[in-house]
């Protein structure tokens, strides 16, 4: 796992060659055939059914399947370019058919997952995100009623742009009905929403 990220190499020697850094030090895993009928999330793998969701304020797409996952989702990509860093077109990985993928990457095969700035924030390699960065993307996870993982939390193979489906089809609709009548853009670090999304970091970290 890869453990020089942005935050490291700017301690170091500045930020002009941050891109550089990280490109240097990645360390993705070898590329594998993923065989199962469903992700590792559990969702059946599809070709069709999917939906092609345009970034609110930005010209980034991402394709996904329709529904619940695609709304959920949307609302991911949507807060992580308002209040973490912008995205543009090619910056969202979505669904793929392409098999040669391990577990976290096969959820995108059932379209139940978006990879922000792959390049950016490639797999396995970590510390590419200031603390008040991972806490805002804690609080979006709060958002959605814990129906997504941030890949950020996989213990084998982390990806801090991944974020996927992790519950039931069901359940996910009840979480779309929450995030739609929550309404306005919450406040991340008030005490309340901090505690939530904390506990829900301790939760998902367990598995």
Known sequence: ?????????????GGVA???????????AAPTEWRGRTSANGW????RGMTEVRVEGSTAT???????AAILLAHVARRFHYEITPLAAGDILGH????RVGALQSNHLSGTAISLLPTRLPLSSTGNLY???IATIRDI????????????DDLLTPQEGHFALDITPAAAADAV??????GAIPDPFTPTRRAKSLALERRQRRR
């Open 96 to 99: 793929t058919t392409d098999r």
């Open 62 to 68: 991402m394709t996904a399947l329709a529904g619940p």
């Open 18 to 28: 941050l891109t550089l850094s990280v490109g240097a030090t990645e360390a993705a």
């Open 141 to 152: 996870l709060t958002d959605c009623s814990a129906a997504i993982r941030w890949g950020g």
């Open 1 to 13: 796992m890869t453990t020089l990220g942005r935050r490291g190499f700017l301690a170091g020697v």
């Open 44 to 47: 059946p793998i599809r070709t």
């Open 177 to 182: 009905r929450t995030l739609v009548a929550a």
């Open 131 to 133: 603390p008040h960065e």
